[in-house]
């Protein structure tokens, strides 16, 4: 480092702790409101890693990570507004302390859950090494974070795939109040390491030049293609967890005195005077400056406004895509559900190069229901990736490839399989946009096989939609047919929001049906009616719209015409098509194969109550799947799963009950 950069290291480090000791002082006056966590005590460790980077270097902070940001460029004024909730702030203030990035300086983002930067780091760096940006970067997180899942399966599919990424471990040693020595079976980080093939080292997280070696030579291999590196900076934090933090003493003041004597501002200030010529008034106007940009900050983040209703709407969604439905196709042949996959699968990848597709199983063999087979040998292994089984990190590199300029398509083996992916889906992928204000997009697909009917029990067979649904800033997507499953996914890919896509297992056992040969896409957020009808609304999901279209015919038998929606979409929902329906019929049934208890149902039949309840002439039925878990034997199974039967019955006593008043 010459003196300019010996310099700005110094500015750097004197930021982060007079921003972190104001941002304390404005949090007792009431200013920074919730909470902050403070990084004082830590500033070399993001001052030495953030100078062994460029701009095109992406970081991944974690809670503590004002540091991570001022190091990375981040402006003061815009950190200060976001911390005091206001619309100059980098998230607009929808997303405070914990929240902040900067996708133009690659800081993609801190994170309010523990250990999940990492994963998105992983994305990141696949998505770099995949675009073949030649950057690199850094994955910041803590001790506590170490002990994590998801730690342990980035960890191992980046050094599989040799991603470009520092494993950048500060252990302050204490993860809340719990001590390092109480937590870990180790006493180096580092030595975690050795597991996954790794460089690991420790090293002096007080000590900005070592740190900054450190990162150095691990992003040099990161770039020269021989994957990633793990470094453990021993630190310590000054304060509490904190600012809101009003604990019980954990640590003993001795080792809190011992640490603040190893300050590492005060050995560096000491450092550039006995070591490279700089005099106590060159440190003291680099102060000054710094007490400057704060006052200024401070003055720029009360003077602003805050955000409005308008601000958060728009952060939800970003707009979604819509084609114009698809003309009458030349030419059609009958392809299966599975063929129908592949089919918008190959075209779309053909179409856009940012398309790729990971999972378990998906490459070599195409994917246990055959939804990818074939691809591999068009698209290659870069863009057909076998995954670990590694649920966590193949969601958290759908996330991180999306906010960095990929589409990607994560495959789920089968559905159930979901449950280790909520923290990805839920947390991240739905909140990313709107925690950053509303600016970036998070175009990616989770899909694969769910539902029962083929006897794969109570931990293969669940329909989840209704966990999904309720969560803003999802879609979700429920084809109920080879035509649907093309048109959809193809939509799904082209979509800015995360995806999750609906493939029912019956749907992939089931008939072949006529596809349009050309790529086309079935607008999200429209339903399709699927059969017109006077008497009576049926609104059925995925497997459930065949089980409802021959309810449908052996009603009509019976002198009860039925009208039969499919909603495709099943967020967000077309409200009106189904309103629309109610007013004419003024009944409604809704049929799916999830629990009818706290379903996809529910939602419909109160939406339709709060809007039509003047229409209805009959109370709504919803019909679901009984409450439990699905049975392995095939009787129960059918006893569990609605059958065309309860439709037909659920319809007849919605409409014979009606007809019954009127004749009495
Ligand atoms: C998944 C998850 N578990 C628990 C928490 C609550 N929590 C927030 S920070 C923290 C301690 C984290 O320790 P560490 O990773 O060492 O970071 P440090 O706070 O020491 O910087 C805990 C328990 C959380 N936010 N997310
Ligand atoms: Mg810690």
Known sequence: ???????????????????????????????????????????????????????????????????????????????????????TGYCKGLGGSMHIADLDLNILGANGIVGAGIGIATGAALSNKLRGTGAAGVAFFGDGAANEGIFHECLNIASVWKLPVVYLCENNQYALSTAMKDSTSIDRFSKRAAGYSLPGVTVDGNDVLAVHAAVTEAVARARNGEGPSFIEALTYRWGDHSMRANLPRYRTEAEEVEWRNLDAIARFEHKLQTEHGFTPEALERVRADVESELAA???????????????????????????????????????????????????????DPRVFVLGEDVGKIGGIFAATRGLIEKFGADRLRDTPISEQAIAACAVGAAITGLRPVAEVQIFDFITLMMDMIVNQSAKFRFMLGGKPTVPLVIRGPQGGGIRLAAQHSQSLEAWFTHVPGLVVLAP?????????????????????????????????????????????????????????????????????????????????????????????????????????????????????????????????????????????????????????????????????????????????????????
């Open 1 to 87: 480092m010459d003196r300019k950069d010996l310099e700005e290291v110094y500015r750097v480090m004197l930021r982060i702790r007079r921003f972190d000791e104001g941002v304390t002082a404005l949090f007792k006056e009431g200013l920074v409101k919730g909470t902050a966590h403070s990084y004082v005590g830590q500033e070399a460790v993001a001052a030495g890693a953030c100078a062994a980077l460029t701009r095109a270097d992406f970081v991944v902070s974690h809670h503590r990570g004002h540091g991570h940001c001022i190091a990375k460029g981040a402006s003061l004024d815009r950190m200060m507004a976001e911390l005091m909730g206001r619309v």
């Open 297 to 351: 900050a401070r003055e720029f983040a009360i003077n602003s406004p805050e955000p409005t209703l308008a601000d958060l709407e728009h952060a939800v969604y970003a707009p979604h895509y819509q084609p114009s439905e698809p003309k009458p196709a030349a030419t059609t042949r009958e392809l299966s559900f599975a063929e129908a996959l592949r089919e918008a699968l190959s075209q779309e990848m053909e179409r």
């Open 480 to 664: 109920s047919s080879p035509y649907e499953a093309k048109g959809l996914l193809t939509s799904a890919m082209r979509e800015d929001n995360p995806v999750i896509f609906l493939e029912h297992k019956m749907l992939y056992v089931g008939k072949k049906a006529a596809v349009p040969e050309e790529s086309y896409a079935i607008p999200i957020g429209k339903a399709l009616v699927k059969r017109t009808g006077q008497d009576v609304t049926l609104v059925a999901s995925l497997a459930m719209v065949e089980s409802a279209l021959q309810a449908a015919s052996r009603l009509e038998a019976e002198g009860i015409d039925v009208e039969v929606i499919d909603p495709r979409t099943l967020r967000p929902l077309d409200e009106d098509t189904i309103i629309r329906s109610v007013k004419k019929t003024s009944r409604l049934v809704v049929a799916h194969e999830g629990w009818k208890r706290w379903g996809f149902g529910a939602e419909v039949a109160a939406m339709v109550a709060e809007k039509a309840i003047d229409w209805l002439d009959a109370p709504i039925v919803r019909v679901g799947a009984r409450d439990a878990p699905m049975p392995y034997n095939d009787k129960l199974e059918r006893l569990v799963i609605p059958s065309t039967e309860d439709i037909v019955e659920a319809v007849k006593a919605v409409v014979l009950r009606d007809r019954a008043a009127v004749a009495t």
